[in-house]
C-alpha cells in the first residue's frame, strides 16, 4: 500500500455538529437566514458545492466573491465552535492511523475530504492529528468529490516522487459518496460506519472493505490482498 487517503468528519473525528451550525450561523450572520441550510444535506459533500448550493436556494449571487465570502465567516464560526468543544476522535481511528505507522513500509498518510484545506486544519487540530497527514485533496479543489479525489491522487504522486497505481491506495470514508470516488480514481476503499450510514448501507455500495469502526480492520487485511 502506498498512500492511506482519509475522510475527516464521521471517519477520523466527530464534531458534534460543529460544521453544520457555523454553516447555519454564517447564513444567519451573512444574510439573516438563521434556517437557511435547513433543507440541506452535508453527509459526503464538499464545501463549496455546500455553500453554491445555498446560494442558488436562496437567489443569492454565485461569484467567487460571495463564495468566499461565506466561506470566511463559517470558518471563523467554526474555529469559535471547536475551541469551546471540539467533539471527539471516532472509535479506531488513532489506532488505525498506528497501525499503518509501524508498517514494514509505513504508506504516505493523505486526506482526501470535502472540508476546505482550513476547515481540515481546525477540526484535526482540535484533535492533534494534523500532523500526521502529509498532502491531500480538499473541498477548495473543486466542488465535485470525485475530482477532489483525482486531486489527492495528483498530489500523492508528487510527494512520492513517482507513478503510484491506483489499486496500491486505499482511501478510508464513511459514506456512499467516499466510496465512490474512489472508485472514480481506482482506488481500493475501506468504508467505516462511525458517520451517518450503517454497516448494511456502506456494504450494499461494494466497497473492499466495510467495518462498524477502523478499530475493527487489520492492516494485514491489506498486505494479503
Avoid at 482506488?187 to 469502526?213: K, Y
Wanted: one cysteine or more; a negative charge; aromatic letters at 6%.
Amino acid at each position: 500500500m502506498e498512500a492511506v487517503l482519509f475522510d475527516i468528519d464521521g471517519t477520523l473525528i466527530r464534531t458534534g455538529g460543529a460544521g453544520v451550525r457555523a454553516f447555519a450561523r454564517a447564513a444567519d450572520r451573512l444574510h439573516g437566514l438563521p434556517e437557511g441550510t435547513d433543507h440541506m444535506v452535508f453527509h459526503g459533500r464538499t464545501d463549496t458545492s455546500l455553500v453554491r448550493e445555498y446560494l442558488r436556494y436562496h437567489g443569492l449571487p454565485e461569484t467567487d466573491g460571495e463564495m468566499g465570502r461565506f466561506l470566511e465567516t463559517y470558518l471563523g464560526l467554526l474555529g469559535e465552535m471547536l475551541g469551546v468543544h471540539a467533539g471527539e476522535t471516532c472509535p479506531g481511528a488513532r489506532e488505525f492511523i498506528a497501525s499503518c505507522q509501524a508498517m514494514e513500509s509505513p504508506p504516505l498518510m493523505g486526506l482526501l475530504t470535502g472540508n476546505v484545506r482550513r476547515g481540515a486544519e481546525l477540526k484535526l487540530r482540535a484533535h492533534g492529528l494534523w500532523e500526521l497527514f502529509e498532502t491531500g485533496g480538499y473541498g477548495d479543489d473543486h466542488e465535485d468529490r470525485d475530482e477532489v479525489a483525482a486531486a489527492a491522487m495528483r498530489r500523492v504522486m508528487e510527494r512520492l516522487g513517482r507513478t503510484v497505481r491506483p489499486r496500491d491506495v486505499l482511501v478510508v470514508g464513511d459514506t456512499p459518496r467516499d466510496v465512490r470516488c474512489a472508485r472514480s480514481v481506482g482506488a481500493r476503499v475501506l468504508a467505516v460506519a462511525t458517520g451517518g450510514f450503517g454497516l448494511e448501507q456502506l456494504r450494499a455500495c461494494e466497497p473492499d472493505w466495510a467495518v462498524a469502526t477502523l478499530g475493527d480492520f487489520s492492516v494485514q487485511s491489506m498486505r494479503d490482498s
